[in-house]
């Protein structure tokens, strides 16, 4: 079954903050500032600053802080073709319309030395793959593509290439014909999945908007100086917009007018069927809260993430690489259970795991320590179970069995640094000399687990929780407390205690003849 999708959109002076949620359940979060000079996607005109003949690669100015850096496969077969015309445009020699007569040059060969084709100050055709991460600039390629939502145009390439994921073999020729009969010459292009049954209605002006692109890119060209930005890609809510519209986006609310207006063009441009479920949000409270964001992103983003029954997460960001713990919150005396409740556990958290790749864009190289299971056939349904999940991930990504050790290694794709929203907050009882987990964490998930445990594992029928007032509050204030509700739910008495001696987010639980309880 498909998944109801939304777009919440958050609008400051200084940046846009997109947060796509899958059945109400936040997956993705990414912010696009105002101030960054470039985003992935975007074709420079740049200067080759220095040769590396050790690693087969140069170093590129794209007018930023740190030099690009591009080797000699990602100048790419036509890249002699490529630099024949830029050197002509940037000269002044010919015009954008050119590019349709251009000669073809010989193909660059994959085995061959990068200070054979470049040499510092020459003026190359460059796009964004990667943005800089941590001290390494932006990771740069000669390929240059265009890409559209059925399409992906690639000036040079001559050739029509069909999604793989279009299974059906007169589907695939049906749309290689189409293609050659409306493409112009010296353009190749790459037809996405979403262009499946599509009409030369829809393909051929889609195909024209994306030539006249990359004629803009051609025009820039004889009238600039590198480094300069010549295309800029499409931002980062519009991206997501052309690659995952579809007839499960329930809504896109803003709450930025004029962004509403370029968004209600944009999607009438491309579904004008979906233009209704662009909103406007005129609300008093802050849009993330009102969608139930912020929570989100404060119980999903610290090092400890809460899951079912008391277990939880341990997420660590490295240099090279990210690890993920995978702990258990309770302990069975019965091997048997304990066996079948790892596995539980350990297919809980592989949902969370494949939501927590997305939400925080971690790529490169993940580790995940999962908890250790006797049975071959649960660690082989503990795999397959993960890589289903990771089913709908845009990045690249390879997933490996579970290793002798219980660890499961993934490579994802890495083109931006990994998303790290700072979750802790000043502790009123050391007056901001120290910092702790999010109070939500702890008061919206840990509680209501461990209450479920005590009620549903341990059959208990009366529960006390002894805490500090400030969190006693929490669940006895308001028209219908939450110490109600809790209460309804578990058809339990659960009583709250308060001690002003208790370190602000200490719990301590204990039965109705006041024997300590405990989750581990």
């Known amino acids: 079954m498909e998944k109801e999708l939304d777009l919440v959109i958050d609008v400051s002076s200084s940046e846009i903050t997109v947060a796509l949620l899958e059945d ?3 997956v993705e979060l990414s912010t696009d500032y105002s101030t960054s000079p470039y985003s992935v996607g975007d074709i420079f005109l740049g200067k080759v ?12 100015d794209i007018s930023d802080d740190k030099d690009a850096f591009v080797q000699y496969l990602d100048l790419g077969i036509n890249f002699r073709t490529q630099n024949q015309l830029v050197q002509q445009l940037v000269a002044g020699k010919v015009s954008k319309e050119a590019f349709t007569t251009a000669p073809k040059a010989n193909f660059l060969g994959k085995e061959g030395q990068i200070s054979d084709v470049l040499y510092p100050g020459q003026e190359i055709l460059v796009q964004i793959v990667k943005e800089p991460i941590s001290t390494k600039g932006a990771r740069i390629t000669c390929e ?7 399409i992906v145009l690639i000036p040079f390439a001559n050739k029509v290439h069909i999604s793989q994921k279009i299974t059906s073999h007169n589907e695939r020729k049906r749309l290689e014909r189409l293609m050659t009969s409306i493409l112009p010459k010296n353009y190749g292009v790459v037809v996405r999945t979403i262009a499946e049954g599509k009409k030369t209605a829809t393909l051929a002006p889609e195909l024209e908007a994306l030539v006249k692109r990359w004629e803009t890119c051609c025009d820039k060209m004889c009238k600039t100086e590198a480094p300069q930005l010549l295309v800029r890609e499409l931002n980062r809510t519009s991206t997501i917009l052309r690659d995952l519209l579809s007839v499960s986006f329930n809504s896109i609310n803003v709450n930025d007018e004029t962004v509403f207006r370029e968004l209600q063009e944009y ?3 491309i579904a004008p069927e979906q233009e209704k479920i662009v909103k406007l949000y005129n609300g008093n409270t802050p849009i993330f809260d009102y969608f139930n964001v912020s929570k989100q992103i404060r119980s999903a983003f610290g090092r400890l993430v809460p899951l079912k029954q008391g277990a939880y997460l341990i997420v660590e ?5 990210h690890v993920i713990d995978v702990n258990s919150g309770i302990r069975l005396k019965s091997a048997k259970d304990q066996e079948q409740h790892a596995l539980n556990v350990n297919m809980a958290a592989a949902e969370e795991i494949a939501r927590q790749l997305r939400l925080r864009d971690m790529g490169g190289i993940l580790v995940v320590d999962f908890i250790d299971m006797d049975k071959p056939e649960h660690r082989q349904q503990l795999f397959d179970k993960m890589k289903e999940l990771m089913e709908n991930d845009r990045a690249k990504h390879n997933i490996l069995p579970l290793s002798r050790f219980g660890l499961m290694q993934i490579t994802r794709q890495r083109v931006r640094a990994v998303t790290v929203i700072n979750t802790s907050e000043t502790c009123p009882s050391c007056q901001g000399k120290g910092k702790i987990d999010a109070s939500a964490v702890r008061l919206d998930e840990t509680i209501t687990a461990q209450l479920d445990y005590f009620v549903r594992q341990r059959k208990l029928s009366t529960v006390i929780l002894k805490v500090h007032p400030y969190i006693a509050s ?5 028209f219908i407390p939450l110490r109600w509700r809790l209460m309804w739910r578990y058809h339990c008495r659960f009583i709250i205690k308060t001690d ?21």
């Not at 600053?49 to 087969?56: E, Q």
């Not at 960001?317 to 690489?321: I, P, Q």
């Not at 929490?474 to 308001?478: C, D, E, R, S």
């Open 24 to 26: 109400k359940v936040l």
């Open 474 to 478: 929490y669940f006895t204030k308001g």
């Open 317 to 321: 960001h490295t240099e090279a690489l």
């Open 267 to 269: 999607v009438s441009g």
């Open 500 to 520: 002003i001696g208790m370190p602000y987010l200490d719990l301590q639980w204990s039965d109705k003849a006041g024997n300590k309880l405990s989750v581990v």
């Open 49 to 60: 600053t220095r040769i590396m003949p050790a690693l087969n690669s140069a170093f590129v």
């Open 144 to 150: 240059i593509s265009i890409a559209g939502r059925n």
